[in-house]
């Protein structure tokens, strides 16, 4: 089940922190997930529903040129029972699948997502963790008629007939709204189908791995000493920081900019009374770095984490 | 620089620990990303067998880095790739061939037992809108125009003679575009049925109330007949579709009142497991609703017109009511299955 307690408290994952969710895997591994946000649904919808009209659009389209030929051909434009017929049945059917098949169709498929969310980057889960089952999906895309598609029929039929503007077309708007916003006011981003069919939106990782952050530790400089070795840090110089500071570190590692890189080691060295060099900041960074991690993960072992440089120490 | 060589230089446990297993996570993303861009094909048996294990020893190494490892990019990426395979490994996975056999090898039928006392519901308050719409109508006639949206027919209105009455009945002078026209039937009444579930979610309250209405519309028309003494005619020619179209619609309301009565009375369990587990059985019950309505449109477009008379008409319209009854009742039922 979810919770809102992070599995790494001190492990920042995303831009919004109240969208952050654990899920459970049948495997009993808490796994970490971000809730896809209504900016992004309503995104992913909008484009939906772009396919849905250019595919509609074509459709309509194969059927008028079929009619064509087949009246260029010589059928009667009235006998139902002949090739027209078979257009308009095939018009009906397709339009009922395309409507109701398009996002039952992509959300079954290994990606659990339609176009529209492929390209959002967000997918459809299991909210408890579990197998995500045929009929959930049938479910949360049949309610999606009274949420969707029942309001939009029901504005372009107020807006054709030029009704007035009365009791009825006021409930209406509510009901509309009702549906539309319904996903603003719980926390978990759901909307009528997903409460249904007990699933829930999130958002795609695709994370690279990246290089071991500090290779030149233990690479061999000239004088056949290895890098580290130039470096030595005290007890005292390594308990300035926390985990929190380690991860800054990590980052602007990884990053690899000159300026980064210099402002850093200034401020490592003013912080632990050094006199800063220059030329060599990525190794005396890397060095540091090595150290600091290498004192951080020991007191890991014993249960004793730190989260930052204001933490107390144990 | 070799794993061997990278292992023993590494000065972090931690880094040893990621030196000696990567080689796995590597071949596991390989995997994952050709399995998420639908290249299943270019996948050896090797690849698809390893999948489950590469995927639990990448969640024991998650395990193990995030307790002993403070490299975050790290962390990150076996998070990142753990939720990617575990949607694989745990995705929908059953094909629609094999979907659809299990739906009517008696995933269907279970699930409309399932409903049962929903249906009873649902059957009781369907009856009562037809009783009040005949009641209605042969109490003061105006309620007529009232129940029946306008245009719906010109012909069929109270004082009507027998003549006209009949002549809606029979005829089949045009059956021009029968199909066309069970097409466009279908994809009507389908609509009308995912409402009376949808609307289930509203706590069923709007699904009774369309099952009432539209019974109440039928009740009307039946008084109409009625009064013309052409009510058996007038059942024939409705029950030859009626009874598998009522009867879709009868479960589609069922369905809907189901989801609404688990959000409204969940028991022991959470409002939204309650509404989870209801709407998971009751999406069974409505793609089954969908192929009844598929049936009755085909029924209404062309063996309504092509079967002239009330008695061949009673005759299909009551086998097709068997058949679906004992495929509901009988079909599907759980046989005890050692270690099932």
């Known amino acids: ?314 | 620089m070799s794993t061997e060589q990278a292992l023993s230089a590494a000065v972090l446990r931690s880094d040893r620990f990621r030196l000696e297993r990567e080689a796995d996570w590597i071949r596991l993303e390989d995997i994952v990303s050709k399995m998420e861009k639908g290249k299943n094909g270019r996948l050896s048996d090797e690849d698809v067998l390893a999948l489950p294990t590469l995927y639990r020893t990448l969640l024991s190494s998650l395990s193990i880095a995030r307790e002993n490892s403070l490299d975050a990019g790290l962390i990150d990426y076996l998070e990142g790739l753990s939720l990617r395979s575990y949607f694989l490994v745990y995705g929908t996975q059953s094909s629609f061939g094999r979907w659809f056999a299990g739906f009517f090898g008696g995933g269907w039928s279970r699930a409309v037992r399932a409903i049962q006392l929903d249906i009873w519901i649902a059957l009781s308050v369907m009856i009562a809108g037809a009783v009040i719409g005949y009641i209605l109508v042969a109490g003061d006639s105006d309620w007529f125009y009232a129940l029946v949206p306008g245009g719906f027919s010109e012909v069929r209105v109270p004082g009507a003679t027998e003549e006209a009455l009949r002549g809606t009945l029979f005829g089949t002078e045009d059956s021009d575009g029968l199909g066309v026209f069970a097409a466009f039937l279908f994809s009507n009444n389908a609509q009308v049925a995912i409402l009376a579930f949808a609307l289930g979610f509203a706590f069923a309250i709007p699904s009774i109330l369309l099952l009432i209405h539209n019974m109440a519309l039928l009740g009307a028309m039946l008084w109409v007949f009625a009064q013309r003494g052409l009510t058996v005619d007038f059942i024939g020619w409705l029950s030859i579709h009626g009874t598998t179209e009522l009867f879709a619609i009868l479960l589609a309301g069922a369905a809907g009142i189901h989801v609404g009565r688990s959000m409204a009375f969940p028991g022991a369990r959470s409002h939204l497991k309650a509404a989870s587990d209801a709407g998971k059985r009751a999406a069974l019950v409505m793609a089954g609703v969908i192929i009844m309505l598929v049936c009755a449109g085909l029924l209404e477009g062309f063996a309504r017109q092509l079967i002239d008379n009330s008695a061949g008409r009673f005759g299909v319209g009551g086998g097709m009511l068997l058949l679906w009854l004992v495929y509901f009742i009988g079909f599907g039922r759980e046989r005890r299955r050692p270690g099932a």
């Open chain 1, 1 to 314: 089940m979810s919770s809102s307690r992070a599995v790494n408290p001190w492990i920042r994952r995303s831009a919004d922190p109240t969208l952050d969710r654990i899920m459970v895997t049948p495997e009993g591994v808490p796994l970490n997930v971000t809730i896809a946000s209504a900016g992004a649904r309503a995104g992913a919808l909008l484009l939906d529903l772009v396919f849905i009209q250019i595919i509609s659009t074509v459709i309509a389209l194969l059927c008028l040129t079929l009619a064509f030929f087949f009246v260029a051909g010589g059928a009667d434009f009235l006998d139902m029972d002949g090739p027209l017929g078979f257009v308009g049945i095939f018009y009906f059917i397709a339009n009922f699948l395309l409507l109701n098949g398009y996002f039952i169709y992509f959300e079954l498929g290994d990606r659990s997502a339609t176009w529209g969310k492929r390209l959002v980057g967000i997918r459809v889960a299991s909210r408890d963790g579990s197998r995500l089952t045929a009929e959930a999906i049938i479910a949360r895309n049949i309610v999606r008629s009274v949420e969707l598609f029942l309001p939009l029929t029901f504005l372009g039929s107020a807006g054709a007939g030029g009704m007035s503007v009365d009791l009825t077309t006021w409930a209406g708007f509510l009901w509309v709204l009702m549906f539309l916003l319904f996903p603003l006011f719980n926390k978990d981003r759901l909307r009528g189908g997903d409460v249904i069919a007990g699933t829930w939106v999130i958002q795609n990782v695709k994370k690279n791995l990246g290089d071991i952050v500090a290779p030149s530790a233990a690479r061999i400089s000239a004088d056949g000493s290895p890098v580290a070795a130039r470096y030595h840090f005290s007890d005292a110089e390594l308990s300035v920081y926390g985990e929190y500071e380690l991860q800054t570190l990590e980052n602007v590692l990884r990053s690899d900019q000159e300026e980064a890189l210099e402002k850093v080691a200034t401020s490592i060295c003013q912080k632990i009374g050094w006199e800063p060099g220059s030329g060599d900041e990525r190794a005396f960074l890397e060095a540091y770095y090595t150290a600091l991690r290498a004192r951080l993960e020991r007191s890991m072992k014993f249960g004793k984490r730190r989260k930052d440089k204001f933490a107390p120490h144990e």
